[in-house]
């Protein structure tokens, strides 16, 4: 069965760091793409940072310079480093795993990581 | 980059069919078939329930159709069902720099 567990979300000042992890199960996440997903409170979804199966990264524009996407493959996780944090960084990050056939679309979720930016 | 245009709302009857729309550009929507659905109830997390424009991912009810016209894509429900309700959101790849975009997201009641 494959399971996606984000962790490492709380409270951080504006301008700090945090770092989010995804722990997968059932899959290796150096078989297909795995994504990060977040939905600031009472909000729309917006998509945050992919990483390809080999390694390649995508980053939204917003996150562009101060987020980065990466992977162990020997813990079989994906995280999403966090710098320069700002108030509007606050919502609940998803971690979401590719679908199996299709292109940028996300089959398997995780609960979600909540990260609040404030002072 | 803006996000895919949807409309804030739609709402049915339990039976009838309803379609949403998600309005992108020749950038976008329009560019490539790689177009996906998602349902969210309310504090859940996003279920996928359409990929690449019009296909159903397993498990997946078939009264859930996607398909493309233009730069406009539409997500229909047809026999419409209480458990329908919820947030819909529609995903696009871009090829402007941000890579992908989410539309707004259209809230569904069944009435």
């Known amino acids: 069965e494959v399971q996606l567990l984000e962790s490492g979300g709380g409270l951080v000042q504006p301008g700090g760091s945090l770092r989010l992890s995804c722990a997968a199960s059932?899959?290796?996440?150096?078989?297909?793409?795995v994504a990060w997903v977040r939905q600031a409170p009472g909000k729309g979804l917006e998509w945050v940072s992919l990483i390809y199966t080999g390694g390649n990264t995508r980053d939204a524009d917003s996150v562009r310079g101060r987020f980065t996407i990466s992977r162990d493959n020997s813990k079989n996780t994906v995280y999403l480093q966090m710098h320069s944090l700002r108030a509007e960084d606050t919502a609940v990050y998803y971690c979401?795993?590719?679908?199996?056939?299709?292109?940028?679309?996300?089959?398997?979720w995780g609960q979600g990581s909540l990260v609040t930016v404030s002072s | 980059q803006s996000a895919l245009t949807q409309p804030a709302s739609v709402s049915g009857s339990p039976g009838q069919s309803i379609t949403i729309s998600c309005t992108g550009t020749s950038s976008d929507v329009g560019a490539y078939n790689f177009v996906s659905w998602y349902q969210q109830h309310p504090g859940k997390a996003p279920k996928l329930m359409i990929y690449d424009v019009s296909n159903l991912p397993s498990g997946v009810s078939d009264r859930f159709s996607g398909s493309k016209s233009g730069n406009t894509a539409s997500l229909t429900i047809s026999g419409l069902q209480a458990e329908d309700e919820a947030n819909y959101y529609c995903?696009?790849?871009?090829?402007?720099?941000?890579?992908?975009?989410f539309g707004g997201g259209t809230k569904l009641t069944v009435l």
């Open positions: 059932g899959f290796t996440v150096s078989s297909t793409y």
């Open positions: 995903f696009s790849y871009t090829i402007s720099s941000t890579a992908a975009v």
């Open positions: 979401a795993r590719g679908h199996t056939t299709g292109t940028w679309s996300f089959e398997y």
